[in-house]
């Protein structure tokens, strides 16, 4: 059985570079680096102060939405993101929305772990501790009387793709990933599978996650993720004097559709997504296998399940950390798959400018590579002073260049590594 074409037809993005996947042109061009010390909570007393916040007011995108939802977001900065990424396509996905057939229409969703900010919540929480014996409980429920299934203290994961789909109006499925920097990588390559088989016509699929608050900026900065703020840029993908990443935020999606879909309703679509390698190293929850052999089998499969061959890869858009774990081994493991011809293929990492946003780097970076697709860029590694690899092809500078055929790869905790392949198809 043949199966079905899977093409995407449009994506968007709320970015610390990018209000808007309109934006991203200029800023990939640039080299705009959005890391700043961070204003969302008081960074005094605590060595890791900056990252990559979406500082512009976001309200005006939602100011459409229940009073529930304005409520949630308040708090729940990952709705608050998703909710502000649709309300800035809403008005040009009306057409296509109108086209699409509930049942046959999914959502699949990459969402980071709660963080709920208790600050909140301070009167009603001191009221409870002080006449309940369970006050956690007695809270909950007293604030999650409205019959919906937002809950003002803490919202259930599904949350984010019920969202998306009551906007969409996707009834076939919502789907929720939580597997950390492969999130929203995996949401499309399941994307992929879903309309590949012919289970649905068109699936939204993307993700959303900030860790710009004190428990995840400590709780990585603890494990060495994280460095100290002690220099202007503190992310250097595949730099040798590399320390670490950059704190981010985001929430993004893509819209994937069967090749039946697009003919019918008369799309141009902006590329194909050919196939994806997706394996587990289960080596360490906090540490790659040193060996590799599980993410050049993630390549290596992306490859082969796209029927593409290693010398036809024009680019690679690396997951690229700026930790001293990954660079290194990334880049042994895309040596070791394209072997004669890795020195020619050109590498970049977009996380020195735009940070990790953790279960939404895969979408972040995934609408970075369509607008680079789109507008004919090799984004830089924009913070690179001195190669950890001499023979990699590492883009010092922004450059002009058509992309036909291009892998974009995201590495996570537990040794999760899923890496998409994708053909242009504005060339």
């Known amino acids: 059985m043949l199966k079905e074409k899977v093409f995407v037809i449009d994506y968007e993005v709320v970015s610390p570079i990018s209000t808007g996947a ?25 060595p890791f102060k900056n990252g990559a916040e979406i500082n512009k007011d976001l309200t005006p995108l939602y100011s459409n939405e229940s009073d529930l939802i304005k409520r949630i977001c308040s708090y729940d900065r990952k709705l608050e993101l998703l909710a502000s990424c649709y309300g800035l396509a809403k008005n040009r996905l009306k057409p296509l929305i109108s086209k699409l057939n509930p049942s046959r229409t999914g959502v699949i969703l990459g969402v ?28 909950f429920t007293e604030m999650n009387h409205n ?7 803490g919202n259930p994961y599904d949350i984010y793709a019920i969202y998306l789909a009551n906007k969409f109006n ?27 088989s012919g289970e649905v016509d068109v699936v939204i699929a993307g993700g959303t996650d900030s860790i710009i608050n004190m428990l995840a900026m400590i709780s990585f900065g603890k494990l060495g ?21 950059l704190a981010g935020e985001c929430a993004g ?43 050049s089998k993630a390549i290596s499969h992306a490859l082969k399940n796209s029927n593409i061959e290693p010398s036809m890869i024009d680019y690679i858009n690396a997951h690229g950390t700026g930790t001293k774990h990954n660079d290194d081994l990334e880049l042994k493991c895309y040596q070791q798959v394209f072997g004669n011809s890795f020195s020619g293929i050109p590498i970049s990492s977009t996380k020195g400018q735009h940070g990790h946003a953790i279960a939404a780097a895969g979408i ?19 913070n690179l002073t001195s190669p950890n690899n001499e023979e990699a092809n590492l883009v010092r500078e922004t450059q002009s260049k058509k992309i036909k055929y291009a892998l974009t790869s995201n590495f996570a905790f537990g040794g999760i590594n899923t890496v998409l392949a994708v053909k242009n198809e504005i060339l």
Do not use: W
Request: hydrophobic share 40%.
């Open 22 to 46: 309109h934006q991203l042109k200029d800023s990939i061009i640039n080299g705009e680096c959005a890391e700043k010390t961070i204003t969302r909570f008081p960074v005094a007393g605590i």
């Open 112 to 139: 980071g772990a709660d963080v709920t900010p208790f600050e909140f919540f301070e009167t009603e929480l001191s009221q409870y501790i002080i006449t309940h014996q369970n006050p956690m409980a007695g809270l």
């Open 147 to 153: 019959n919906s299934r937002a809950n003002i203290v």
């Open 170 to 196: 996707a009834g076939a499925f919502q789907k929720s990933i939580l597997t950390a920097c492969v999130s929203s990588t995996q949401a499309i390559g399941l994307a992929y599978d879903t309309i590949a």
């Open 225 to 245: 993720i994280i460095p100290s703020s002690s220099s202007e840029f503190s992310c250097k993908p595949f730099d040798i004097n590399r320390n670490g990443t």
């Open 253 to 295: 999606f893509t819209i994937i559709a069967s090749s039946k879909f697009i003919e019918s309703n008369n799309i141009k679509p902006i590329a194909q997504i050919l196939g994806y390698g997706n394996t587990l190293d289960g080596y360490k929850i906090t540490a790659p296998d040193p060996s590799g052999k599980s993410i």
């Open 364 to 382: 972040q970076e995934f609408c970075v590579l369509m607008n680079c697709l789109e507008n004919d860029i090799l984004p830089a590694n924009v």
